[in-house]
């Protein structure tokens, strides 16, 4: 499209260039052509000569120009301009060629300017020769033009072929960026969605990773499953053989249970006869008991005037060698024979004495009343016997009572029974009452009474009541009680011996599954030296305090051999001691004398004298016996 111009120019240039071979005539038309600033108007002009005026109208249009050069030229002719032209032309030595003369111009001379004026013909002829040339040159001009007409028309369609295309192609290009702005979109989305991807990637990868870590805890699970399976089923199996066993195993439960109940009863009712005939033996042996004992000598051994048979372990020789004043006759001798229920010598041991006494403590919680005292004088080993020392061996009877007890009462725990035990522990001195366990102050040391109960208990007023369950507890009492005595009494004035302390633990059981209660009590009763003081040194308190340890002691006596003798009258409001004592004393009680016996040889008389008291009691006892046995 663009070359199209180009090469008309070069045409036009061409003709121009050709035009120029005639002179100055065509100088006009070609600066016309050359300042011509519209490539396309060429074009143009060859359309405006295509399209509207005919070919006859062209030609007759040359003619017309070919006829005003023609006067023109004869007017140059005339006038010499063209010889000045064609003289400058060569006077330049240009290169212009030289018209091609005509056959008939040659022969008239060889050339135009060789012409002589009057020369017309000639001139005509060299015109018409020159206008046949340009005729000539018109013809190949025109047909160049008609060529270069069906050029423009062949361009001109290619033009508009070229121009569809072109708006095709626009169109193309347009839709083509469409596409591309769509493809804009859709790779904007492309990314969005390759980033989208590439996280959903990554989290798929994590989750592969999660993947096989779950498979392998599958794997793992799933094996261990197997293993639990297999488990299970033996499990099962088992557990039927297991049910199996149960329902076997109830089932001998069951009888079991109505064995156990059974062998309850039998153990309950073997319980029973058991203290019955356990309380048989002991009313067979006696209700009322004498034990003697003799405490060793100081340096161990035993004085000669204290004889116990080896044989025997129920009898005492007492003997007496008075020596002759004279001299002229043989000593005398004179033994005293006693016999008790038992004799122990100097070497038994605490354990062997408390041994029979147990027997009694049993008594006390099968429901019995018991009483234990201690009888003899100052020295003789009451309090020893009574409470003992601290150290296991040694250990008197009321702390081994207290054991007995509490653990006697742990067994029977399992038949049923519950027991409460409640201690007390209080001094008689000169017919009056003393806490031991009192811990107030002592200037307001309550004073105390006894008192009868409707249902004959007897109880003291403002007393220390302790609730006890264990052996320390009790121990812990009995140190109370000898420091409460120790700081009642002075170094003239060793009151411990010239009074009574009376430990009391009342039992209360109960077996409520058989409705079945007991209650009792234990008293260890510790008495005053039963020394007798000669009536020259019993003056003032003493002479007091001796008529009271006498007149209690004796009333003791006398109340039990009342009892023995199962008098109607028992005194026993005649002595502090006997009064508080009496529900323990008496009926179903079982009570026990120690005759403490000092063996040093100064002590004979005392020892005579509680061997006499001693033996007093115990013949009493004999006489109930044997009246039992009736
Ligand atoms: P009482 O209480 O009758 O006054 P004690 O019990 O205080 O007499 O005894 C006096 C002393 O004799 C104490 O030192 C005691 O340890 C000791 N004694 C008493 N009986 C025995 C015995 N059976 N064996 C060893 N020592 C004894
Ligand atoms: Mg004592």
Redesign the pocket.
């Known amino acids: 499209m663009s070359r199209l111009p180009v090469s008309s120019s070069k045409r036009v240039l061409t003709s121009s260039s050709s035009s120029s071979e005639n002179g100055q005539d065509f100088a006009p038309a070609q600066k016309k052509l050359r300042k011509d600033p519209e490539p396309v108007r060429p074009r143009a002009a060859a359309t405006i000569i295509g399209s509207k005026r005919p070919a006859v109208a062209a030609s007759r249009a040359l003619v017309l120009i070919l006829s005003c050069f023609l006067h023109a030229l004869s007017f140059v002719v005339s006038s010499g301009v063209l010889k000045q032209s064609i003289a400058s032309t060569a006077a330049k030595g240009g290169n212009i060629k030289q018209p091609v003369a005509p056959a008939g111009a040659k022969a008239g001379g060889g050339g135009a300017n060789k012409r002589h004026a009057w020369d017309l013909k000639g001139k005509v002829s060299d015109m018409e020769g020159k206008i046949r040339n340009y005729q000539t040159k018109y013809k190949s001009i025109n047909q160049e033009n008609e060529e270069l007409k069906g050029t423009m028309i062949q361009s001109q369609t290619r033009v508009n072929q070229m121009e569809k295309e072109l708006e095709m192609q626009r169109s193309q290009i347009s839709e083509y960026e469409d596409e591309l702005h769509a493809l804009a979109g859709v790779r904007n989305e492309l990314e969005k969605v390759s980033s989208e991807k590439n996280t959903l990637q990554k989290e798929l990868s994590n989750l592969e990773g999660k993947y096989k870590v779950m498979e392998t805890l599958r794997d793992s699970q799933e094996t261990e499953l197997q293993t639990l399976k297999m488990k299970l089923s033996v499990q099962e199996s088992t557990l039927a053989r297991l049910q199996g066993t149960l329902r076997d195993t109830e089932e001998e439960v069951r009888s079991l249970k109505e064995t156990v109940s059974q062998q309850k009863d039998d153990l309950h009712a073997g319980e029973m006869e058991r203290r019955r005939l356990h309380n048989t033996i002991q009313e067979l042996k006696g209700n009322i008991r004498v034990f003697c ?1 003799v ?2 000598l100081v340096d161990g051994g035993l004085s000669k005037h204290i004889q116990l048979p080896a044989s025997d372990d129920k009898t005492i020789t007492l003997a007496k060698t008075e020596e002759s004043h004279t001299g002229k006759t043989a000593d005398t001798h004179k033994n005293y024979n006693f016999s008790f229920d038992r004799v122990f010598g ?1 070497t038994a041991s605490q354990q062997e004495v408390f041994e029979e006494i147990s027997l009694l403590v049993q008594s006390a919680l099968d429901g019995y009343n018991v009483c234990c005292f201690a009888y ?1 004088q ?8 009574m409470e003992g020392d601290e150290f296991d061996r040694t250990r008197g009877v009321i702390p081994r009572a207290v054991t007995q007890i509490f653990r006697a009462a742990e067994k029977l725990g399992a038949q049923g029974w519950e027991f409460n035990f409640t201690a007390s522990f209080v001094e008689i001195y000169n017919e009056t009452l003393r806490d031991l366990l009192y811990t107030g102050k002592a200037s307001k040391r309550p004073e105390h009474e006894i008192r009868k109960l409707s249902n004959s208990e007897v109880t003291i007023s403002n007393l220390t009541y302790e609730k006890v369950s264990n052996e320390d507890q009790v121990l812990g009492l009995i140190a109370l009680a000898n420091q409460n005595r120790s700081t009642a009494q002075t170094a003239q004035n060793d009151r411990s ?1 010239r009074s009574h302390s009376v430990f009391q633990l009342d039992i209360e059981g109960v077996n409520a599954g058989r409705d079945v209660k007991c209650k009792s009590t234990l008293c260890l009763v ?1 008495l005053a ?1 039963s020394e007798r003081m000669l009536k020259s040194q019993s003056q003032g308190e003493r002479f007091k305090e001796m008529t009271a340890i006498n007149g209690s002691l004796s009333n003791l006596g006398i109340v039990i051999s009342a009892l023995a003798n199962k008098e109607s009258y028992v005194p026993y409001r005649n002595s502090k001691l006997t009064y508080l004592l009496q529900g323990c004393l008496g009926g179903n009680s079982k009570t026990l004398m120690f005759v ?1 016996i000092a063996p040093e040889p100064d002590s004979f008389g005392e020892t005579l004298n509680s061997l006499r008291f001693a033996s007093k009691v115990n013949d009493c006892v004999i006489g109930t016996a044997s009246a039992n046995r009736k």
């Open positions: 004992r405490r060793p100097p003899g100052t020295g003789s080993g009451k309090t020893y016997t011996s510790d030296g403490n």
